[in-house]
C-alpha cells in the first residue's frame, strides 16, 4: 500500500456518499467506522484528499448543509486535493516522456484551498451548465442504445471494447500529427447544445507546450508512444476510455451521475490505496481489472464492505 509518499500515510479515496454518512451518522457501524478513521487519521495512518467532484456534488447541498460536510471533509484531507484530471493527464505524459519518478506532487494540490462559502454559488452554476451539457450530449445515444441488441458473448465484447478504445486513441493521433504538421495549436470548441467547451485533445496538447514546455522532439516521442502503446500508460486516459467503452458495449443508459464516476475513477483510482464508490461502480472496477492493473482495493457501501474496511482501520490503528 502507500503509493504515495506522504509521511508513508495510506490515500483513501471517500465518495460523497462515505462522508454524508459520517456526518449524519447513519447507524452503529457508520458510526463505529468513522470514529476509527479518525483515529486513525489523528495517529497520522491515513489522509483523505479532497476531490472535484467532492465540490460539485456537495454544493447541490442546502448551504449550511454543504459547509458543515466540507469542513467535515478537509480535514480529513490534510489539505490536500487530487489534480483535476486535464492537469494529472498532462503531468502524467509529461512525467512518462521525460521518465520523472511519480511524487505526491504529481497527483496532489497543495495550494491553499478557498472557503467553501466563497465559492458555493460559483460551484452551483457550474453544476447547471455541466447537467445540461452532459444531458445534450447523452440523448441522442441513450436513444440509440434503447434499441440495439446487447446479448453478445463476451468475446464480442471485448472486440468492441478494444475497437472503441482504439478509436479513441487514432482520434488522439490524428490532431497530435496535425499539430506537429501545422507547428501550431488552436483549441477547438465542442459543442454541447446551449454550450461550448475547449476540445479535450487540444487542452492537453495546449499545456504540454505551454505549462510542460514540450519542444517537437519530446511531442514526436508522445506520438510515438500513443502509436505504440496507445493510452495503457497513461493512467487517467486508459481508465476513462475503458469505462466509457464498457457502457457503450454495455448498452448502458448514460447520465450526469454516471460522467462524475467516470471522472472521479479516471481522476483518483491511480493514486488511491483504498477507494471508495458505488456498488455498479465497483463491479464495473473489479470486471475491467482496473483494482489489480492499479493495485487499489475497491470499497462499496453494503455491509459486507464496511465490516471489511472497519476490520482495515482496526488493524491501521
Known amino acids: 500500500m502507500k503509493k504515495i509518499n506522504q509521511q508513508n500515510k495510506i490515500c483513501i479515496y471517500l465518495d460523497q456518499f462515505v462522508v454524508s454518512n459520517f456526518v449524519d451518522e447513519t447507524n452503529d457501524l457508520w458510526k463505529e467506522i468513522k470514529k476509527k478513521l479518525e483515529i486513525a487519521h489523528s495517529k497520522n495512518k491515513i489522509y483523505c484528499p479532497l476531490s472535484t467532484q467532492h465540490f460539485l456534488e456537495t454544493a447541490k447541498k442546502d448551504f449550511n448543509n454543504a459547509i458543515i460536510h466540507h469542513e467535515y471533509f478537509r480535514k480529513l484531507s490534510d489539505n490536500y486535493q487530487f489534480k483535476n484530471e486535464l492537469f494529472l493527464t498532462t503531468q502524467l505524459i509529461s512525467s512518462l516522456i521525460r521518465a520523472n519518478k511519480h511524487t505526491l506532487k504529481t497527483f496532489l494540490n497543495t495550494d491553499k484551498l478557498k472557503k467553501f462559502e466563497e465559492i458555493y454559488n460559483e460551484i452551483n452554476e457550474q453544476n447547471k451548465i455541466f447537467n445540461e451539457s452532459v444531458n445534450y450530449k447523452t440523448s441522442s445515444q441513450n436513444e440509440f442504445r434503447k434499441v440495439i441488441n446487447n446479448n453478445c458473448d463476451k468475446k464480442t465484447e471485448e472486440q468492441f ?133 492499479y493495485d487499489v482495493k475497491v470499497f462499496s457501501g453494503t455491509e459486507k464492505d464496511l465490516l471489511e474496511f472497519k476490520f482495515l482501520l482496526e488493524n491501521i490503528i
Open 161 to 293: 471494447l478494444n475497437v472503441i478504445k482504439s478509436l479513441e486513441v487514432e482520434n488522439f493521433i490524428k490532431r497530435l500529427e496535425e499539430y506537429l504538421l501545422k507547428k501550431r495549436i488552436i483549441i477547438r470548441p465542442d459543442n454541447y447544445g446551449k454550450h461550448e467547451f475547449p476540445n479535450w485533445i487540444d487542452q492537453i496538447l495546449f499545456q504540454l507546450t505551454y505549462k510542460h514546455k514540450f519542444k517537437e522532439t519530446e511531442l514526436i516521442q508522445f506520438l510515438n508512444e500513443l502509436k505504440t502503446n496507445g493510452f495503457k500508460r497513461i493512467p487517467t486516459l486508459n481508465i476513462r476510455f475503458f469505462l466509457g467503452a464498457y457502457l457503450s458495449v454495455k448498452n448502458k443508459q448514460e447520465n450526469t451521475g454516471d460522467h462524475i464516476d467516470i471522472m472521479r475513477i479516471s481522476n483518483c483510482l491511480v493514486s488511491s490505496d483504498i477507494f471508495f464508490t458505488d456498488k455498479k461502480r465497483k463491479f464495473e472496477i473489479l470486471e475491467l481489472k482496473l483494482d489489480k492493473e
